[in-house]
């Protein structure tokens, strides 16, 4: 019987042990137990150049601030994003930031966040929940960047006579970059009636999948004189289905996207792509900062816009040496 006791006691202490080795991963710690702000952080995947150059800006901006980041890739499934948002509530971090793959189905998960009195912060991406779930949004705006890409084509064709068919290849589906750039693009290129989309497609902000939607595009359309793709990736991915189709990129079909990372840059540059709208990756130390506010009761906007630019292929030239992504 004594034996049994002291087996039983034994079992009890290394179970303990396992959990506080967990520290703030475990299900009943709460904070990071050394003082720092705890910051649970739901990351939509590796899709594209942008997506990790922006994980790689978050990482280091927490490191250089101090704040204990629990990391988590969703591998662009939004399940995996609110198992994850879900995690971090069980953990009881300070503050959960996430980028949503999508923009519909959050409303319960940001409950839950609420109940369990976890401020949410919006990075990058927007949702179509009620703004009393989350604490602000900081990132950029997507319509006025396929605004500002359907503004140059209106420009570049503005002495056109006849038609201009341009195909447009979209982010993810049900993304607010995918839904917001198409928004501002199509509301630009309406000021030429000339201007005219006669294919849009996703291509989920992947380079394969950027390639696949066009070649499939350059068989159905033997007339495309532009190309307009949600993000450099998917612009990269059609240029090579551009070549392979022995067509040259940058002159028999313009190429316009956004994002404006290193391999982006370089194509522009080269005079492969034509024109770039930048949307900026280096959110991470806006991110800190917030959070940092927010745990401390301080008010932040319920909105921080992400300052941008745009490229043409001079411009590309002259930044490509210090670009930093
Ligand atoms: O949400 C930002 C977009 O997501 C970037 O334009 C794109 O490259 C990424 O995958």
Redesign the pocket.
């Known amino acids: 019987m004594l034996k049994r006791l002291i087996a039983a006691v034994a079992g009890a202490s290394l179970a303990l042990a396992a959990l506080s080795a967990c520290g703030s991963g475990g299900d009943s710690a709460s904070g990071s137990g050394s003082g720092k702000l705890v910051l649970g952080f739901s990351q ?2 590796a ?5 990790t150059a ?1 994980t790689k800006d978050i990482q280091e901006a927490a490191k250089a601030a101090g704040v204990d980041l629990k990391f988590s890739d969703a591998q662009q499934k939004q399940e995996n994003q609110i198992a994850a948002i879900r995690s971090f509530i069980k953990q009881k971090v300070d503050v959960i930031a996430f ?1 949503p793959v999508v923009v519909t189905g959050w409303d319960a998960v940001l409950k839950e966040a609420k109940a369990a009195d976890i401020p949410v912060v919006l990075t ?2 927007a949702v179509d929940s009620d703004a009393s779930l989350y604490v602000t949004f900081l ?2 705006d ?1 319509v006025e ?1 396929g605004k500002k890409a359907g503004d140059w084509l209106v420009g570049e064709y503005k002495d056109a006579k006849e038609p201009v068919n341009i195909v447009q290849l979209e ?2 589906v049900g ?3 995918a839904i917001d ?1 198409k928004k501002g693009f199509e509301q630009a290129i309406a000021a030429n009636p000339n201007l005219k989309v006669i294919a849009s497609q996703s291509g989920d ?2 380079r394969a999948k950027g390639k696949e939607v066009m070649q499939a595009l350059l068989k159905a359309h033997k007339d495309i004189d532009v190309l307009f793709a ?5 612009g990269l991915g059609a240029m090579q289905a551009i070549q392979e189709a022995g067509l040259t990129p940058g002159k028999d079909i313009k190429i316009v996207t ?2 404006a ?1 290193k391999d982006g840059m370089q194509a522009l540059a080269d005079g492969k792509f034509n024109f770039i709208v930048e ?1 900026n ?1 280096l959110l991470g130390g806006q991110l800190m900062d917030t959070a940092k506010k927010v745990k401390a009761g301080e008010t932040v906007a319920k909105r921080i816009v992400t300052v941008e630019t745009v490229f043409d292929q001079a411009k590309a030239k002259e930044a490509l040496p210090t670009r930093k992504y």
């Open positions: 939509v995947g899709e594209s150049g942008w997506r922006n980028s990058d991406r990132g950029s997507f960047e982010g993810t993304a607010a970059p750039r902000f992947t949600h993000n450099d990736d998917m956004v994002d990372v949307c990756p």
